[in-house]
């Protein structure tokens, strides 16, 4: 499975952006999807993930309420809609795959995203 992660950019605090994790191959419906985010000088830290099927998904805390995940297995595709950005949510955000994966620990996700530049001025 190869991810390419993109819909990042420079917003203001209060906007919004909608990232996307397009896959390749054919059974997507197999993998759950996670988020990371990495800011400078942190360590990469859990953002969110769905299921398989999308009917569950579970958040952080920093961004539960703000941020909404979302997949569309038809396109291969998931979304995370992120809204009410602070300067804090400002880092890389990585998409990861994994068979069967869910939860937040980065070593469920096999496959990760070359990741997209998310900037929110204050």
């Known amino acids: 499975v190869q991810l390419q992660a993109s819909g990042g950019g420079l917003v203001q605090a209060g906007g919004s952006l909608r990232l996307s994790c397009a896959a390749s191959g054919r059974t997507f419906s197999s993998y759950g999807v996670g988020w990371f985010r990495q800011a400078p000088g942190k360590e990469r830290e859990f953002v969110t993930t769905?299921?398989?099927?999308?009917?569950?998904?579970y958040y952080a805390d920093s961004v539960k309420g703000r941020f909404t995940i979302s997949r569309d297995n038809a396109k291969n595709t998931v979304y995370l809609q992120t809204n009410s950005l602070k300067p804090e949510d400002t880092a890389v955000y990585y998409c990861?795959?994994?068979?069967?994966?869910?939860?937040?620990?980065?070593?469920?996700?096999?496959?990760w995203g070359q990741g997209t530049q998310v900037t929110v001025s204050s």
């Open positions: 769905i299921s398989m099927s999308g009917d569950s998904t």
């Open positions: 990861a795959a994994g068979l069967y994966a869910y939860g937040s620990s980065p070593n469920r996700y096999r496959y």
